[in-house]
C-alpha cells in the first residue's frame, strides 16, 4: 500500500505564507510527477503546481510567481510554499503522486487526505 501524508495547513493573514509538506510512504519503486491540487467550497478540485521526478515544473496561473513546488527524492516528500496569500487562496489542499508499486508495471493516482489551508482578509 502507498499513503500520502500532508501537513502544515493553518490559518494565516492575507500577505503571509504557510509551507504544506506531502511525504509518500509505503510499497515504493518510483514516483513520477507529484503535486498539489485545491478545492475550495462549491468549487472543483483544481491544479495548483505538479513537479517531475526530472524537476519541470508547472503552476497554475492564479500562483505563478507566489508559490514554489519543490521535492525531496531521497525522501519521497513533495512541498509548496505560499507565499503572499490571499483569502482565495482558501481550500483544502490535497497532494497527488503517480507511484509505481514495487512488483507493479504500471503507475497509479494517489491522494492524500487533504489539508485546510485558510486566508483571512
Known amino acids: 500500500q502507498v499513503q500520502l501524508v500532508e501537513s502544515g495547513g493553518g490559518l494565516v493573514q492575507a500577505g503571509g505564507s504557510l509551507r504544506l509538506s506531502c511525504a509518500a510512504s509505503g510499497s515504493i519503486f518510483s514516483i513520477n510527477a507529484m503535486g498539489w491540487y485545491r478545492q475550495a467550497p462549491w468549487k472543483q478540485r483544481e491544479l495548483v503546481a505538479t513537479?517531475?521526478?526530472?524537476?519541470?515544473?508547472n503552476y497554475a496561473g492564479s500562483v505563478k510567481g507566489r508559490f514554489t513546488i519543490s521535492r525531496d527524492n531521497a525522501k519521497n516528500t513533495v512541498y509548496l510554499e505560499m507565499n503572499s496569500l490571499k483569502p482565495e487562496d482558501t481550500a483544502v489542499y490535497f497532494c497527488n503522486a503517480a507511484v509505481q508499486p514495487n512488483g507493479k508495471s504500471s503507475s497509479y493516482n494517489y491522494w492524500g487526505q487533504g489539508t485546510q489551508v485558510t486566508v483571512s482578509s
Open positions: 513537479i517531475t521526478s526530472g524537476g519541470s515544473i
